[in-house]
């Protein structure tokens, strides 16, 4: 393929979470990679529209109509992070600019928050925690609880959404010697430690049979409530559901009946359909579930490996190379 130009990329960051933002620590090593590039870095929209009229590049997790049409020469947008709904307008999606992502550079850390959390449930430890805030040596208390504090050697775990986060949970709970039952739109490949595959139609069947189910697909709208009343109705009483995906995967008031119910045993939440959750959401007094702040990402090395990973596309976009973690845009990820 040939070459393409890439003149000039705006970098544009305002997410509320000091993590996510671009530095200009950061933004100077680009620089320094790249010196024929025209790097602009910035929290101010007003800088932005500014800036995007003459950009080859932008660097976002998100854009508006008003933004696209205002940037004639945009041949690619870039997320740092996984998700990119913010930029699945109708202006992009019918366009020909590039969506990439970084997709991959999560799995380690995603796979070990989902992991923590079921060794938590499994053990008890968030029950155990609340008896320690009051002092009292509740082990009888904590016997008495169900399901039982016991072993995940054994159980099965549901991965529903089994790309490169569900593969590496999946390599992890495999190791802790879990049953793995992997739900994904294309069975054929990508598979690895799985015991059996299913596609989303037979998503009851792996509902049936897991003791831990796990969300770690996106939204898109086939994945849209992917668990609600009816799946809650599936599964077995005593499992849990743990979500890092997206929110919106779950109907959030069915999974609060569930809960209320007993219909199943508890919820590890990462992500919600309104974040930050509401203060006066029911779910953050549900006493069988888990809460985080949507921090199942969060790791030290973030930027390097995210630098390293667009440092790399800006390469490959000069070059006429295929980019690393390309959007498939008709698929929504």
């Not at 155990?128 to 399901?147: E, G, I, T, V």
């Not at 015991?195 to 796990?214: G, I, M, P, Q, Y």
Request: charged content about 25%.
């Amino acid at each position: 393929m040939p070459s393409r130009d890439l003149k000039k990329m705006v970098l544009y960051h305002q997410v509320g979470f000091s993590l996510w933002n671009m530095t200009d620590e950061r933004v100077r090593d680009l620089k320094n990679l790249f010196p024929g590039i025209h790097f602009v870095n910035t929290e101010n929209l007003d800088t932005l529209a500014e800036q995007i009229v003459d950009a080859d590049a932008l660097c976002s997790m998100r854009i508006t109509s008003e933004l696209f049409r205002a940037a004639p020469k945009l041949k690619w947008i870039h997320s740092v992070a996984a998700g990119i709904g913010g930029l699945m307008i109708p202006e992009v999606l019918s366009s020909n600019v590039f969506i990439t992502n970084a997709r991959g550079i999560f799995s380690t850390v995603m796979a070990e928050h989902t992991l923590g959390m079921i060794l938590a449930f499994s053990r008890r430890l968030i029950d155990s925690y609340r008896f320690q805030q009051k002092h009292q040596w509740a082990r009888d208390a904590l016997w008495a609880l169900q399901p039982p504090m016991g072993e995940i050697r054994g159980k099965t775990l549901g991965i529903i959404g089994y790309g490169s986060i569900g593969r590496e949970i999946g390599r992890g709970a495999r190791a802790l010697g879990m049953k793995i039952l992997a739900l994904k739109k294309d069975p054929s490949t990508g598979v690895e430690h799985a015991d059996h595959v299913f596609t989303l139609a037979e998503r009851n069947e792996l509902l049936k049979e897991s003791d831990f189910v796990v969300l770690a697909l996106p939204h898109t709208p086939d994945t849209k409530q992917v668990l609600g009343e009816v799946e809650f109705n599936v599964m077995k009483p005593g499992a849990y559901v743990i979500n890092i995906g997206r929110g919106k995967l779950i109907d959030e008031e069915a999974l609060v009946r569930a809960l209320r119910e007993g219909r199943i045993a508890g919820a590890g939440l990462d992500v919600f359909s309104t974040e930050p959750l509401p203060e006066g959401h029911p779910l953050w007094d549900q006493p069988n579930v888990l809460i985080t702040p949507h921090s199942a990402a969060i790791f030290p090395e973030y930027w390097s490996k995210s630098l390293a990973l667009l440092g790399e596309n800006i390469r490959r976009f000069r070059s006429g190379e295929t980019l690393e973690n390309l959007v498939d845009k008709k698929r929504g990820y």
